[in-house]
Protein backbone atom coordinates (compact mmCIF):
# COMPACT_ATOMS: atom_id res chain seq x y z
CA UNK A 1 0.00 0.00 0.00
CA UNK A 2 2.44 2.63 0.84
CA UNK A 3 4.19 2.50 -2.52
CA UNK A 4 0.84 2.72 -4.29
CA UNK A 5 0.03 5.93 -2.22
CA UNK A 6 3.74 7.41 -2.39
CA UNK A 7 2.89 6.23 -6.39
CA UNK A 8 0.13 9.42 -6.54
CA UNK A 9 2.39 11.64 -4.63
CA UNK A 10 5.32 11.65 -7.13
CA UNK A 11 2.75 12.42 -10.03
CA UNK A 12 1.00 15.18 -8.33
CA UNK A 13 4.70 16.45 -7.22
CA UNK A 14 6.52 15.19 -10.68
CA UNK A 15 4.89 17.50 -12.45
CA UNK A 16 6.25 20.69 -10.06
CA UNK A 17 9.56 20.29 -11.67
CA UNK A 18 11.01 22.85 -14.87
CA UNK A 19 9.18 24.53 -17.27
CA UNK A 20 8.45 28.20 -17.32
CA UNK A 21 4.23 27.81 -16.51
CA UNK A 22 3.39 30.48 -19.32
CA UNK A 23 5.66 29.61 -21.95
CA UNK A 24 5.62 25.70 -23.90
CA UNK A 25 3.31 22.70 -22.14
CA UNK A 26 1.58 23.91 -19.09
CA UNK A 27 2.10 22.65 -15.47
CA UNK A 28 -1.05 21.83 -15.19
CA UNK A 29 -1.66 18.37 -15.39
CA UNK A 30 -5.20 18.44 -16.99
CA UNK A 31 -3.83 20.85 -19.56
CA UNK A 32 -0.93 19.37 -20.63
CA UNK A 33 -2.53 16.15 -21.24
CA UNK A 34 -4.68 17.60 -23.78
CA UNK A 35 -4.76 17.09 -27.38
CA UNK A 36 -2.42 19.95 -28.78
CA UNK A 37 -5.73 21.01 -30.47
CA UNK A 38 -7.74 21.62 -27.80
CA UNK A 39 -5.20 22.75 -25.52
CA UNK A 40 -4.48 25.69 -28.12
CA UNK A 41 -7.66 26.28 -27.97
CA UNK A 42 -8.17 26.69 -24.13
CA UNK A 43 -5.15 28.74 -23.78
CA UNK A 44 -6.36 31.01 -26.24
CA UNK A 45 -9.05 31.78 -23.85
CA UNK A 46 -7.34 32.25 -21.00
CA UNK A 47 -4.95 35.19 -19.57
CA UNK A 48 -1.74 33.37 -16.84
CA UNK A 49 -2.23 35.44 -13.75
CA UNK A 50 -0.59 34.90 -10.03
CA UNK A 51 -2.51 34.67 -6.90
CA UNK A 52 -1.18 35.62 -3.84
CA UNK A 53 -1.87 33.83 -0.55
CA UNK A 54 -5.56 34.33 0.32
CA UNK A 55 -7.40 35.40 -2.69
CA UNK A 56 -10.73 34.36 -3.09
CA UNK A 57 -11.52 32.08 -6.10
CA UNK A 58 -15.09 31.44 -5.66
CA UNK A 59 -17.85 32.42 -2.65
CA UNK A 60 -20.44 30.37 -1.57
CA UNK A 61 -23.62 30.94 -3.41
CA UNK A 62 -22.24 33.93 -5.28
CA UNK A 63 -21.73 33.71 -9.20
CA UNK A 64 -18.82 31.77 -10.76
CA UNK A 65 -16.61 34.59 -12.69
CA UNK A 66 -14.02 32.60 -13.67
CA UNK A 67 -12.36 29.37 -14.01
CA UNK A 68 -8.86 28.35 -12.94
CA UNK A 69 -6.59 25.89 -14.31
CA UNK A 70 -3.46 25.74 -11.35
CA UNK A 71 0.32 25.66 -12.33
CA UNK A 72 1.61 25.86 -8.40
CA UNK A 73 0.07 26.70 -5.57
CA UNK A 74 -2.54 25.29 -3.33
CA UNK A 75 -6.43 26.03 -3.52
CA UNK A 76 -8.30 24.95 -0.38
CA UNK A 77 -12.30 24.08 -1.02
CA UNK A 78 -14.14 25.06 2.02
CA UNK A 79 -17.54 25.19 3.72
CA UNK A 80 -18.66 28.00 6.23
CA UNK A 81 -21.23 27.32 8.32
CA UNK A 82 -24.37 30.08 8.99
CA UNK A 83 -22.52 30.45 12.45
CA UNK A 84 -19.45 31.36 10.63
CA UNK A 85 -17.56 28.35 11.01
CA UNK A 86 -15.49 26.96 8.35
CA UNK A 87 -13.57 23.61 7.68
CA UNK A 88 -11.63 22.44 4.56
CA UNK A 89 -13.13 19.52 2.54
CA UNK A 90 -10.69 19.80 -0.71
CA UNK A 91 -7.16 20.49 -1.81
CA UNK A 92 -6.66 21.30 -5.28
CA UNK A 93 -3.16 21.83 -7.17
CA UNK A 94 -1.59 21.75 -10.48
CA UNK A 95 -3.50 18.36 -10.56
CA UNK A 96 -6.90 20.03 -10.69
CA UNK A 97 -9.18 22.95 -11.54
CA UNK A 98 -11.48 25.07 -9.65
CA UNK A 99 -14.77 26.07 -10.94
CA UNK A 100 -16.17 22.46 -11.36
CA UNK A 101 -20.23 23.08 -11.33
CA UNK A 102 -19.69 25.06 -14.31
CA UNK A 103 -19.35 21.56 -16.04
CA UNK A 104 -22.36 20.69 -15.91
CA UNK A 105 -24.21 24.00 -16.42
CA UNK A 106 -24.28 25.35 -12.85
CA UNK A 107 -23.51 28.67 -12.40
CA UNK A 108 -22.80 29.31 -8.67
CA UNK A 109 -20.69 27.95 -5.92
CA UNK A 110 -21.49 25.56 -2.90
CA UNK A 111 -18.38 26.51 -1.33
CA UNK A 112 -15.36 28.66 -1.03
CA UNK A 113 -12.38 28.17 -3.01
CA UNK A 114 -9.44 30.30 -1.55
CA UNK A 115 -5.32 30.48 -2.45
CA UNK A 116 -4.02 28.42 0.64
CA UNK A 117 -0.11 28.70 -0.76
CA UNK A 118 0.47 31.52 -3.31
CA UNK A 119 -0.06 30.21 -6.62
CA UNK A 120 -0.33 31.01 -10.62
CA UNK A 121 -2.25 29.62 -13.15
CA UNK A 122 -4.73 30.06 -15.84
CA UNK A 123 -7.68 31.85 -15.59
CA UNK A 124 -10.88 31.64 -17.93
CA UNK A 125 -14.49 33.40 -18.54
CA UNK A 126 -16.82 31.38 -17.53
CA UNK A 127 -18.73 31.86 -20.54
CA UNK A 128 -15.47 31.28 -22.49
CA UNK A 129 -15.55 28.25 -20.55
CA UNK A 130 -18.90 26.82 -21.85
CA UNK A 131 -17.80 27.25 -25.35
CA UNK A 132 -14.66 25.42 -24.77
CA UNK A 133 -15.97 21.98 -23.55
CA UNK A 134 -18.47 22.38 -26.70
CA UNK A 135 -15.49 21.43 -28.63
CA UNK A 136 -13.32 19.71 -26.36
CA UNK A 137 -14.04 16.08 -25.53
CA UNK A 138 -11.02 15.15 -24.16
CA UNK A 139 -11.12 18.28 -21.59
CA UNK A 140 -14.65 17.46 -20.89
CA UNK A 141 -13.31 14.05 -19.87
CA UNK A 142 -10.99 15.16 -17.87
CA UNK A 143 -13.05 17.49 -15.81
CA UNK A 144 -15.79 14.98 -15.14
CA UNK A 145 -13.13 12.71 -13.88
CA UNK A 146 -11.35 15.41 -11.63
CA UNK A 147 -14.71 15.78 -10.10
CA UNK A 148 -14.87 12.60 -9.32
CA UNK A 149 -11.20 12.61 -7.53
CA UNK A 150 -12.77 15.85 -5.74
CA UNK A 151 -15.17 14.50 -4.30
CA UNK A 152 -13.54 11.10 -2.75
CA UNK A 153 -11.32 14.33 -0.91
CA UNK A 154 -15.29 15.45 0.33
CA UNK A 155 -15.82 12.25 1.29
CA UNK A 156 -13.08 10.83 3.05
CA UNK A 157 -12.08 14.37 4.95
CA UNK A 158 -15.47 14.95 6.03
CA UNK A 159 -15.16 11.16 7.68
CA UNK A 160 -11.78 12.25 8.92
CA UNK A 161 -12.89 15.56 10.59
CA UNK A 162 -15.80 13.54 12.35
CA UNK A 163 -13.59 10.40 13.90
CA UNK A 164 -9.82 11.19 14.01
CA UNK A 165 -7.70 12.72 16.29
CA UNK A 166 -6.59 16.69 15.38
CA UNK A 167 -2.54 15.54 15.34
CA UNK A 168 -3.53 12.84 12.84
CA UNK A 169 -5.46 15.32 10.79
CA UNK A 170 -3.03 17.91 10.48
CA UNK A 171 -0.51 15.03 9.12
CA UNK A 172 -3.01 14.03 6.76
CA UNK A 173 -3.36 17.28 5.40
CA UNK A 174 0.27 18.59 5.88
CA UNK A 175 1.22 15.58 3.24
CA UNK A 176 -1.21 16.74 1.02
CA UNK A 177 -0.66 20.26 0.77
CA UNK A 178 2.96 18.95 0.18
CA UNK A 179 2.33 16.75 -2.55
CA UNK A 180 0.57 19.85 -4.48
CA UNK A 181 3.04 22.40 -3.53
CA UNK A 182 6.43 19.63 -4.63
CA UNK A 183 8.95 21.35 -1.89
CA UNK A 184 9.43 20.25 1.85
CA UNK A 185 9.22 23.76 3.03
CA UNK A 186 6.12 26.08 2.79
CA UNK A 187 4.02 29.09 4.15
CA UNK A 188 1.49 28.03 6.95
CA UNK A 189 0.06 29.71 9.84
CA UNK A 190 -1.69 28.00 13.01
CA UNK A 191 -4.76 30.33 12.62
CA UNK A 192 -4.89 29.51 8.74
CA UNK A 193 -4.60 25.40 10.05
CA UNK A 194 -7.06 25.30 12.49
CA UNK A 195 -9.98 27.14 9.77
CA UNK A 196 -9.39 24.83 7.58
CA UNK A 197 -9.16 21.42 9.75
CA UNK A 198 -12.24 23.48 11.98
CA UNK A 199 -10.47 23.41 15.18
CA UNK A 200 -9.40 25.73 18.08
CA UNK A 201 -5.93 27.25 17.52
CA UNK A 202 -5.01 26.11 20.63
CA UNK A 203 -5.75 22.12 19.07
CA UNK A 204 -3.44 22.82 16.76
CA UNK A 205 -0.33 24.27 18.63
CA UNK A 206 -1.15 20.98 20.39
CA UNK A 207 -1.19 18.44 17.33
CA UNK A 208 2.30 20.80 15.35
CA UNK A 209 3.77 20.19 18.81
CA UNK A 210 3.45 16.41 19.05
CA UNK A 211 4.15 16.07 15.41
CA UNK A 212 7.35 18.55 15.73
CA UNK A 213 9.04 16.77 18.82
CA UNK A 214 8.60 13.47 17.13
CA UNK A 215 11.37 15.20 14.42
CA UNK A 216 8.35 15.03 11.89
CA UNK A 217 8.52 18.42 11.01
CA UNK A 218 9.76 21.78 12.47
CA UNK A 219 7.66 24.72 12.66
CA UNK A 220 8.28 28.30 13.26
CA UNK A 221 7.52 31.79 12.10
CA UNK A 222 4.55 31.00 10.09
CA UNK A 223 6.88 27.99 7.89
CA UNK A 224 6.26 24.40 8.13
CA UNK A 225 8.87 22.26 7.01
CA UNK A 226 8.54 18.11 6.59
CA UNK A 227 11.50 16.84 8.07
CA UNK A 228 10.85 13.26 8.02
CA UNK A 229 8.29 12.23 4.78
CA UNK A 230 7.88 8.68 5.96
CA UNK A 231 7.86 8.94 9.41
CA UNK A 232 4.91 11.62 8.95
CA UNK A 233 2.61 9.11 6.85
CA UNK A 234 3.00 6.97 9.67
CA UNK A 235 1.61 9.46 11.55
CA UNK A 236 -1.69 10.15 9.86
CA UNK A 237 -4.39 8.86 9.86
CA UNK A 238 -5.91 6.35 7.19
CA UNK A 239 -7.79 8.79 5.35
CA UNK A 240 -4.22 10.04 3.42
CA UNK A 241 -3.95 6.70 2.19
CA UNK A 242 -7.60 5.78 1.63
CA UNK A 243 -8.01 8.83 -0.96
CA UNK A 244 -4.61 7.87 -2.75
CA UNK A 245 -5.39 4.33 -3.23
CA UNK A 246 -8.80 5.24 -4.66
CA UNK A 247 -7.33 7.32 -6.83
CA UNK A 248 -4.95 5.72 -8.39
CA UNK A 249 -7.01 2.54 -8.67
CA UNK A 250 -8.96 4.92 -11.13
CA UNK A 251 -6.23 6.55 -13.17
CA UNK A 252 -5.13 2.97 -13.34
CA UNK A 253 -8.46 1.68 -15.07
CA UNK A 254 -8.21 4.41 -17.14
CA UNK A 255 -4.89 4.00 -18.38
Not at 33 to 46: Q, W
Not at 209 to 229: C, F, H, M, N, S
Request: overall charge positive; proline content about 4%.
Amino acid sequence: MAEKVQSVGVKIAASHAGGDGNRGVPQNQILAALPRKERTLVLSKCRFVSLPARTILCEIGKPIEFAYFLNSGVVSIINILSDGKSVEVGLTGREGFVGLPLIVGYSSSPTRAIVQIAASGYKVQSQHLQTILRSSPKLRESLQRYSQELSVQAIQVAACNRLHEVDERLARWLLMSQDRVGESTFPLTQEFISNMLGTRRASVTVAAGILQKAGLIEYRRGQVTIEDRPGLEDAACECYNGINDQIERWRNESA
